[in-house]
């Protein structure tokens, strides 16, 4: 797909911009405080804390963090032991946190659009490599490890 040739994080960016664009001109109602918008913060922090993790995991298994690139490494450790992808959970927490300090209601239409999106044009087709890749060990840590959480 044309899609899949842009990377996970020019989405992320676009969602982001998208949910700004929402906020500043068609800001429907403001739900939150600034102090919840904090808290957004803290949840952005978070998540890129865990981005880094994971790349740090990436690289100690000598595998490759790039959608579609070949993997040498099943990664089950860290935060993979809970999501299969850590990274995209990261990416759909970043955009809370960002709809929180934002605080209006209509950036949240664009966090659901962003979740089907991912799953789609990169998820399920690196879950079909990876099946491809290492069969049996996968299947397998994909009954015990759910796709998001």
């Known amino acids: 797909m044309i899609f899949q040739k842009v990377l996970p994080p020019f989405w992320l960016l676009l969602a ?5 664009v929402f906020d500043h001109w068609l800001p ?7 102090a919840v918008g904090y808290g957004g913060v803290g949840l952005i922090c ?3 804390a865990n981005d880094l993790f994971c790349a740090y995991l990436f690289r100690r298994h000598q ?3 790039f959608p579609f690139k ?20 990261s990416m759909v927490l970043i955009l809370i946190g960002w709809w929180l300090w934002l605080g209006s209601l209509t950036p949240l ?7 089907v999106f991912i799953q789609e044009q ?13 069969g049996k060990e996968y299947q397998d840590y994909s009954v015990a490890v759910r796709r998001w959480l």
Do not use: H
């Open 63 to 65: 595998t490759t963090i």
């Open 70 to 89: 070949d993997s040498s490494n099943l990664i089950q450790s860290g935060t993979f032991r809970i999501s299969r992808n850590p990274i995209y959970l």
């Open 109 to 115: 239409v664009v966090i659901p659009f962003f979740v």
């Open 28 to 34: 429907v109602k403001e739900l939150f405080p600034r």
């Open 46 to 48: 978070i998540a890129v």
């Open 122 to 134: 990169f998820i399920k087709p690196e879950e079909a490599m990876l099946t491809e890749k290492f």
């Open 16 to 20: 982001a911009f998208f949910m700004w």
